[in-house]
C-alpha cells in the first residue's frame, strides 16, 4: 500500500510538471506563428489558366500557365509563374505572329520587366527561333535581351553566341559574341 501511495504522490507531482512544460512550449510555438511574415504569401494564386489581353478591340497576345502568384503584398509587386508559361501573339489581323514559352517566368509590375528563365524559346512571325536559359523583356522599352548562350535558328542558317538583344519581334537583333554560324543548305535536307 505504501508504493502505492509513492507513486500516486510522485504523479501529483511530476504531472503538473509536464503540463507546465507543454504548456511553455506551446506558448513558443504561438510566438513562431506571430513573427510569420504575411507579405511573403501570394494575395492571389491562379491554376490553369488563359489570359487573352485585347487592345482596341484586337486580341494582341493569349497566355496560358499551370500556376500563377501575384505579390501585391511585396515593396515590388510581381507575378510569379513558377511552372512556366506559354504565350501566343496575334497581328491585326488575329493571325499568329510568334510566340514563347519558359519553364519559369516573373513579371515586375513597376519595372514592366519579364524574367524568363529555363529553357526559354521564342518563335518570330518568320519562324525564326531564339533559344537561351534565361531572357528579360522589356515590355516598356520594347527589348529583349541577356548575357547568356542563345541559338538563333532561322530558314537559311543557325548562328550561336553569348549576349543578345533585340526588339520583341526578333527584327533588330545583335549577338554580342558569335560562336558559330552554321549555313543550313536546303538540298541536303530534302
Excluded: H
Excluded at 507543454?22 to 513573427?35: A, D, P, Q, R, V
Excluded at 486580341?59 to 501575384?70: A, N
Excluded at 510566340?99 to 519579364?114: D, F, G, T
Excluded at 538563333?152 to 554560324?181: N, Y
Amino acid at each position: 500500500m505504501k508504493q502505492i501511495c509513492v507513486i500516486t504522490s510522485f504523479c501529483r507531482l511530476v504531472s503538473p510538471v509536464f503540463i507546465l512544460i507543454f504548456i511553455s512550449l506551446s506558448c513558443k510555438t504561438g510566438n513562431i506563428i506571430k513573427e510569420f511574415d504575411i507579405s511573403n504569401l501570394p494575395s492571389l494564386t491562379v491554376k490553369y489558366d488563359t489570359t487573352v489581353y485585347v487592345d482596341s478591340g484586337r486580341v494582341v497576345l493569349r497566355m496560358t500557365f499551370p500556376i500563377m502568384e501575384q505579390y501585391d503584398n511585396s515593396e515590388n509587386p510581381y507575378y510569379e509563374f513558377k511552372m512556366g508559361l506559354y504565350v501566343d501573339f496575334f497581328d491585326r489581323d488575329k493571325n499568329p505572329s510568334g510566340s514563347i514559352s519558359a519553364k519559369y517566368a516573373k513579371y515586375a509590375e513597376n519595372s514592366n520587366l519579364w524574367e524568363l528563365r529555363d529553357s526559354v524559346v521564342v518563335i518570330n512571325e518568320y519562324q525564326e527561333k531564339l533559344e537561351t536559359e534565361s531572357l528579360f523583356w522589356d515590355d516598356t522599352k520594347d527589348l529583349i535581351y541577356t548575357n547568356e548562350f542563345v541559338r538563333l535558328t532561322s530558314e537559311d542558317q543557325i548562328i550561336e553566341g553569348t549576349g543578345f538583344d533585340s526588339d520583341s519581334q526578333l527584327r533588330r537583333r545583335s549577338i554580342k559574341r558569335v560562336s558559330a554560324t552554321i549555313y543550313i543548305n536546303e538540298e541536303e535536307m530534302e
